[in-house]
């Protein structure tokens, strides 16, 4: 997930470098490079310069990566490495320690740069000596942004910051560049107020830490707030600009507490449509919200249909639903969907997904995935010509920062796989365990056949590990034919202790249907490695997901 914040925080950091103690002998260097060469060459030096710096930074972050470090490990030592950086740049004392035991490569630096020729490619080769010279020279704020490109569990957001950096330390370079010598002499404020300057970067920095540290998501920080609504009862949020009309059921191969449907009978009624498969953490999350408006506006209008729409093979078998069904507490209609006609026919894309219905049958409000509950109830309250309801329950965060995503484990879509051994297609297969588990990685060990949709274990004490980051981890697990399978489940090396999800008590889970399961439940989101044992073949695994 991008984080604007720290991106933005990178770029500061990156112009900060133009009053780091160590960063005037590099000016000159830029600056006496440019004036020599053509026009071309000072383009050439920021490019070298930028290729130099992206390459170290994101090797950096690979090296981490590879060597398998938790998570947790990089995290807080950064951050303390980030907030020691900051009490540099507040210390005149420490700043020049700092600049002295750094002065060195920027001398270096000169004479490698002394004879090069002109032009762009010429431009390029001094702008990489340059940016490996300015790497470990240009002081606290570039090991301030490198502790916080190697601690990025996403490799997209990684390069945000490489890129912010280096866009903030690049641009003052290239406008130094351009303008020549005529330019040092517009520095002097820099060169007056330079203390004052880093002291505010080391300001900034230690800000940056306690943003951090408090966990706050950039994206919920500064997204749009969900205001209790106080509309009329014709009033709509977010309605649709073009309703149309409700597609028909088609393909339902049974109905669950309910008779069969059609649009045409449910005119003149209040219909909402939930697109929901019982497996899917997603959609069980949602159910206590619609299970509570059917208890509440049933009599008054409301018609709720749950439209089951298998993902996986086995979410097609009646009894399995029907299992859930109860399990739930569901008492509105349940349509079994299994070929996904219905599902096709409203264009479906999304598990959980809304459609709510006017009683002239046409579809006005909707909305994909979790969340928006006081908006959702509110519209079925504004047609069946309620008034808005204050305090409505929107739900607590479902996610977290860094959060592993959804991991499927057969091969049709299975990815972040990392066994030393290739995988075998539907054919058993020896596994082994990497010497270290990379974030997010998922190995197996023993005998497994791996399969489209799932992975089935071939022998006793077959494993399956996963490094993840979450508060909770589910998995969806089957037995073969039906016999059940005891399993171990341990979180880093250990029994799970307090952390122990609810259907693994003390690390132990009896896999008697195809259904979620709850494996870890730790009290706050964190990393660890989770591994599940089977004590005998016949443990089918299809996917982890994951949630506060």
Request: charged letters at 15%.
């Amino acid at each position: 997930m991008i984080q604007p914040i720290e991106i933005g925080l990178s770029f500061l950091e990156g112009l900060a470098l133009i009053a780091s103690p160590c960063i005037l002998p590099v000016l000159p260097l830029v600056l006496g490079a440019s004036v020599d060469g053509g026009r071309k060459r000072p383009f050439g030096i920021i490019t070298g310069f930028v290729l130099a710096f992206t390459t170290f930074a994101m090797l950096s972050r690979w090296l981490v990566s590879h060597l398998g470090i938790n998570l947790d490990v990089i995290k807080y030592g950064s951050l303390a490495f980030l907030a020691l950086f900051g009490l540099i740049l507040l210390s005149e004392r420490l700043s020049a320690v700092f600049s002295a035991a750094t002065q060195r490569f920027a001398n270096t630096g000169s004479t490698l740069t002394a004879n090069a020729k002109d032009g762009f490619l010429s431009g390029i080769l001094i702008g990489i000596l340059i940016g490996l010279i300015w790497t470990p020279c240009a002081g606290p704020i570039l090991a301030a942004v490198l502790v916080q490109i190697i601690r990025q569990e996403s490799n997209v957001q990684a390069l945000f910051l490489v890129a912010a950096f280096a866009i903030g330390a690049g641009v003052p370079m290239l406008i130094i560049s351009l303008t020549g010598r005529k330019l040092m002499s517009k520095l002097g404020f820099f060169t007056t107020h330079a203390e004052a300057v880093r002291k505010a970067f080391g300001v900034v920095i230690l800000l940056a830490v306690a943003f951090i540290v408090s966990g706050i998501d950039a994206n919920t920080l500064f997204a749009k707030q969900e205001v209790t609504p106080t509309v009329a009862a014709s009033g709509l949020q977010d309605k649709l600009p073009k309703p149309y009309p409700a597609p028909e059921f088609a393909g339902i191969e049974a109905w669950l507490n309910s008779k069969p449907l059609t649009m045409a009978s449910l005119k003149g009624k209040v219909v909402l449509i939930d697109f929901w498969t019982y497996s899917c953490i997603n959609c069980v999350r949602t159910l206590p919200y619609i299970t509570k408006w059917d208890e509440q506006y049933r009599d008054k209008g409301l018609v709720i249909i749950g439209v089951h729409a298998p993902e996986f093979e086995f979410e097609k078998n009646k009894a399995n639903v029907e299992t859930a069904v109860q399990s739930h507490g569901i008492k509105y209609p349940v349509a079994l969907d299994s070929n996904l006609d219905t599902w096709t026919n409203f264009n479906n894309q999304y598990w959980p997904a809304h459609y709510l219905i006017n009683k002239d049958g046409q579809v006005v409000y909707t909305h994909f995935g979790e969340g928006h509950y006081a908006e959702t109830e509110n519209n079925i309250r504004a047609l069946l010509g309620l008034d808005a309801k204050a305090g409505v329950d929107n739900g607590a965060p479902v996610s977290s920062r860094g959060q592993t995503p959804e991991t499927y484990l057969g091969y049709a879509r299975g990815d972040r796989y990392s066994s030393p051994e290739a995988e075998e297609q539907d054919v058993t297969h020896t596994y082994s365990l990497p010497k270290s588990l990379a974030a997010d990685q998922w190995a197996l060990k023993g005998k497994w056949k791996v399969e489209g949709q799932r992975i089935v274990a071939q022998e006793a004490g077959a494993s399956l590990q996963l490094n993840f980051t979450a508060g909770k981890a589910f998995l969806v697990l089957g037995a073969q034919n039906n016999r059940p399978v005891k399993t171990t489940i341990t979180l880093n090396g250990k029994a799970p202790g307090d952390a122990a999800g609810k259907d693994a008590p003390g690390g132990a889970l009896t896999v008697k249907q195809h259904t979620l399961y709850e494996l870890i439940a730790q009290k706050t989101p964190a990393n660890g490695l989770l591994e599940i044992t089977a004590d005998a073949p016949g443990l089918e695994a299809y996917a982890f997901t994951f949630g506060n």
